[in-house]
């Protein structure tokens, strides 16, 4: 009827909506900073809960105190400044609708004063103008939620998004007769996700069921990380590992992780009880009697302290298995590891908590109850070697030397210096 006032309309729209994108485009990442504060601050305070013995030990906290508060700090403060820009969008959207309600008046004032205009028309374009703006009001706090919710539903996303490294092939092996477990390395080099150098280069070997193979190396030779090849808990970055000439990788996951049983450098156990941390190791579908168990826990040279407890199997292990010792912890988890009776044995490190006896007496059980299967153990001392068919000696990531003990003394340096350094010490403390 009278379109003589629309121009306010064209006018206060746009200023609205562009200050309000401007605050909004201010609030984004102000609130992705914000997120990443939320994880430092998660990230420090579960650090210092599950270090809380270490942060004592050393008489750290006021440190650890000041670091919690500097993250809380960054973080509130952040959250400050996101919580001004947001107070900011209401004054700034009911500031334009009433400077535009204003305007309208007067204009329109105008206009009824040179007689363009009906004092009626009036007072309806002005209902109609601030129904329209309430519209852009109620779109804009519809917006000021959003950015929080662009930048989770960006970490939502990420999340799902991200591929897990390790993937069953497209066609998997299932070996219906089951592995024998013949583990052979070809030229196997592997750099970690990241890394700029390589861990492993060109590492092969032969490991045939019923021979243990030592691996020797000093630390951050890449022992652990071999070992991880093996079981497939990284993939290769060049040449391949295979069990029963199979590629690892072409293997039905689940029946690759079955045949094998690893005992890790730390092991850890679950909160519960020993039966419950036994029967993890249980391969799918395999039901374990308590007869089996206390068999793994006698192999694992772990029965004595499980019996004398007054509850026996149902022993109460607490997370992260703290309420034991180094050694018994150890022992657990290569019960764990033989309850279902794999084909290929990986011990890292497995022995290294226990005392000289017990390390001879486990691996003589051991000795027996894998003597058909495939026992690769990352071993430190020269009594487990020994006692291997095979030894591997790895430095900086190569292969340095192969063979028996006896061949090696005699051809390998680095073997030398690694077995003069452990009949030295031996020979110190045995001299009288
Ligand atoms: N998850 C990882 N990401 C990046 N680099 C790693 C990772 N794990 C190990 N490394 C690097 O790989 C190298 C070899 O580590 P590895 O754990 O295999 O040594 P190791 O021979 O088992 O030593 P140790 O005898 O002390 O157990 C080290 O230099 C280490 O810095
Ligand atoms: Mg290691």
Redesign the pocket.
């Known amino acids: 009827q009278d379109a003589g006032l629309s121009w306010l309309l064209l006018v206060s729209v746009p200023v609205l909506a562009v200050t309000n994108y401007w605050i909004v485009s201010r609030m984004l990442p102000i609130f992705r900073s914000m997120q990443q504060l939320i994880d430092a601050v998660n990230r420090v305070m579960r650090d210092q809960l599950s270090g809380v013995r270490v942060v004592r030990a050393f008489a750290r906290e006021p440190f650890e105190r000041e670091r919690f508060a500097h993250a809380n700090r960054t973080l509130s403060q952040t959250a400050l400044t996101a919580g001004t820009w947001q107070a900011l969008m209401a004054p700034a959207t009911t500031l334009t609708i009433n400077v535009s309600s204003v305007a309208v008046i007067w204009f329109g004032g105008l206009r009824i004063d040179s007689g363009h205009m009906q004092v009626g028309s009036l007072i309806a374009f002005l209902a109609y103008f601030t129904q329209i703006l309430m519209a852009v009001l109620m779109a804009t706090t519809t917006l000021m939620v959003l950015p929080r919710a662009a930048v989770c539903a960006e970490r939502i996303s990420e999340v799902l998004s991200t591929r897990p490294a390790v993937i069953s092939s497209e066609h998997p092996v299932r070996r219906p007769r089951g592995v024998d477990g013949r583990v052979q390395l070809d030229q196997v080099s592997f750099r970690?996700p990241g890394?700029d150098q390589p861990?492993l280069q060109d590492i092969s070997l032969f490991a045939a069921p019923g021979t243990t193979t030592a691996l020797v190396?000093?630390?951050?030779?890449?022992?652990?990380?071999?070992v991880s090849l093996i079981c497939r808990l990284y993939d290769v970055t060049g040449g391949a590992v295979l069990l029963d000439g199979v590629d690892v990788r072409d293997y039905e996951i689940e029946q690759l992780w079955s045949a094998i049983g690893l005992v890790p450098?730390r092991g850890y156990l679950f909160s519960g009880t020993v039966a419950d941390n036994l029967t993890y190791g249980a391969a799918p579908g395999q039901k374990v009697t308590e007869e089996q168990m206390w068999q793994a826990l006698r192999m694992a040279g772990a029965e004595g302290f499980v019996r004398t407890h007054h509850d026996g199997l149902q022993m109460p292990v607490a997370q992260g298995g703290v309420n034991f010792s180094g050694g018994q912890r150890q022992r657990l988890a290569i019960a764990r590891a033989m309850i279902r009776r794999p084909a290929v044995y990986l011990f890292?490190?497995a022995f290294s908590a226990l005392d000289v006896h017990t390390d001879a007496k486990i691996r003589e059980s051991l000795r027996q109850f894998t003597a058909e299967a495939t026992v690769i153990i990352?071993a430190q001392r020269l009594s487990t070697i020994i006692g291997a068919d095979h030894v591997i000696v790895?430095d900086d990531g190569r292969v340095v030397g192969a063979g028996t003990h006896e061949s090696l003394l005699a051809s390998c340096p680095a073997y030398i210096e690694f077995a003069d350094s452990q009949s030295l010490s031996a020979g110190v403390g045995g001299r009288p």
């Open positions: 970690y890394a861990v190396g000093g630390t951050g030779s890449g022992k652990s990380t071999l450098q890292d490190d990352v790895v």
